[in-house]
């Protein structure tokens, strides 16, 4: 199994930043990928951005590109959302979810992460 932990949010006024954690421990070695989703009350879950394990390819939502990054460090086994020019409307519940697939492919569907954080809420008021 493979354990995240979510850290890093918080409130903050629009056109902030806010940059979320996630830390991986367990067997860490089966880890294809690691993704970030968000979700808001009443609403699916969103693709965010996704990031490989050790090749450092990246695919970032369109909705946020230019705004958010993704990134890791290996050597500490966690992973990093960079977030900023935040506004109202990126406000949900953000996990990060880790890909242990094996199918090689940079996925933005949630049903292809097996493992996922407890989430960690990030408000930007307007």
């Known amino acids: 199994q493979v354990q995240l932990v979510e850290s890093g949010g918080g409130l903050v006024q629009a056109g902030g930043s806010l940059r979320l954690s996630c830390a991986a421990s367990?067997?860490?070695?089966?880890?294809?990928?690691m993704g970030w989703f968000r979700q808001c009350p009443g609403k699916e879950r969103e693709f965010v951005s996704v990031?490989?394990?050790?090749?450092?390819?990246?695919y970032i939502a369109p909705v946020v590109k230019g705004r958010f990054t993704i990134s890791r460090d290996n050597a500490k086994s966690t992973f990093y959302l960079q977030m900023n020019s935040l506004k109202p409307e990126d406000t949900a519940v953000y996990y990060c979810a880790a890909d242990v697939s094996g199918r090689g492919v940079l996925s933005t569907t949630s049903a292809q992460y097996t493992y996922w954080g407890q989430g960690t809420q990030v408000t930007v008021s307007s």
């Open positions: 990031i490989t394990w050790s090749g450092g390819q990246t």
């Open positions: 367990g067997r860490t070695s089966s880890t294809y990928a």
